[in-house]
């Protein structure tokens, strides 16, 4: 079994007790079916309080106030505490940790939800690199797997880390060198001509590539009317989204309000006005951020197309996620009295993570309107990101 993990995996240490948004509370905690066994079948005080605190025929702890039921006063663990690490489920002994399964592999990352993980993420100032490792693992049937699917998934994600990572090219037109590269390869796997990907990622490899990709694209930048109609329908999607965190709903609309509610031209004023608050700022490396959140995107959905076929809608996920958290952090910029610290921004993209990411029902939602060709069609969101 090979083990890829991002290089600053090892950086985690939860803060427990000390963490502003515990990940106990707000969304429910499913539990596996090992530990459900193993709670049954406990005894004494901690049985009782177990039996009295899940919802057995859904197989997730009940909650108080949005609160997990073993979620003490000082934020910690009453289970943990009582019963030790092993009484933990799976959930709670993985997050913030997030495993995608291939066969022959498993690719380990941090979630973005959890915001001490979001600040070891969009920190890291030095471009991501992922380490792999061999050694024993059980190995699962996964069916009819498409191997030679992945091989050209992974072959042309490794070409995208390589695009998004080169610092020399400004971010917007890695963002979209790497969406059209995903297009290209879309209507390869859709006409079923995999063996076409290797002559595609050597084209977008060439020496000069990204200076025509460059000049191709000029003059697509929307004007401030159609990026301000075009954003704002984006981030609309956001809200008819099911709620995980009560306290969503109301940030949400307090940062729409500031970005959105006196029109287009006062929102391309202060967009111009973000813009040189950000080249004359020292506290947001604001590319770096960006890029942190693409790759990490990337490395967490862009393979697995080779379930579904979807790439490019994948692809459309981690930018239009990169884009909407972007727009979310302007937001947070205005109603602060137009300041945004790093801090800000990793709290902007941990409360995104934590609607969009942990509900299967948000993430197909976002998907599936992302599939609207003429909304969110190639020239749209080239438009949206230039």
Not at 359 to 365: A, M
Request: one cysteine or more; hydrophobic letters at 40%; aromatic letters at 12%.
């Amino acid at each position: 079994m090979i083990y890829t993990i991002p290089h600053y995996y090892r950086r985690f240490q939860c803060m427990a007790g000390e963490c502003p948004d515990t990940c106990c509370a707000g969304w429910e905690i499913a539990i596996d079916p090992k530990s459900l066994k193993k709670y049954r079948q406990t005894k004494g005080a901690l049985g009782n309080r177990l039996h009295n605190s899940i919802q057995w025929d859904r197989g997730v702890f009940y909650q108080y106030h949005h609160r997990c039921a073993f979620l003490n006063e000082d934020n910690l663990c009453d289970l943990q505490a009582e019963g030790g690490e092993g009484m933990l489920c799976r959930t709670c002994r993985l997050y913030p940790r997030h495993v995608e399964e291939f066969e022959g592999a498993r690719e380990i990352s941090l979630s973005l939800s959890c915001i001490r993980a979001a600040q070891i993420i969009l920190g890291c100032q030095e471009p991501v690199r992922f380490l792999t490792k061999e050694k024993e693992g059980r190995e699962e049937d996964f069916g009819n797997f498409d191997f030679f699917l992945y091989t050209k998934l992974e072959d042309s994600r490794e070409k995208m880390f390589e695009i998004l990572q080169n610092r020399q090219l400004n971010l917007k037109i890695r963002m979209l060198m790497v969406l059209s590269m995903t297009h290209d390869i879309q209507r390869r796997i859709s006409q079923e001509c995999l063996f076409e990907v290797d002559n595609l990622l050597e084209r977008y490899g060439k020496q000069g590539a990204a200076a025509r990709f460059e000049r191709q694209v000029e003059g697509m930048a929307f004007g401030a009317e159609r990026r301000f109609a075009a954003m704002d329908k984006l981030v609309e999607i956001l809200d008819g989204m099911e709620v995980l965190n009560p306290a969503w709903k109301p940030e949400l609309k307090k940062l729409r309000q500031a970005l959105c509610g006196e029109g287009p031209g006062r929102y391309k004023m202060l967009r111009e006005e973000f813009g040189q608050w950000l080249e004359s700022s020292h506290e947001l490396n604001w590319d770096v951020c960006s890029e942190q959140l693409m790759v990490y995107f990337v490395f967490t959905y862009y393979c697995g197309a080779v379930y579904d076929l979807r790439a490019y809608t994948r692809m459309k996920f981690a930018v239009c996620s990169t884009l909407m958290i972007q727009e979310l952090a302007f937001g947070r910029w205005l109603c602060n009295g137009k300041k945004l610290s790093f801090e800000d921004f990793a709290d902007v993209a941990h409360c995104f993570s934590r609607e969009v990411e942990h509900s299967d029902l948000n993430k197909n939602l976002l998907m599936d309107r992302l599939e609207e060709q003429w909304d969110y069609r190639m020239e749209t969101l080239a438009g949206m990101i230039l």
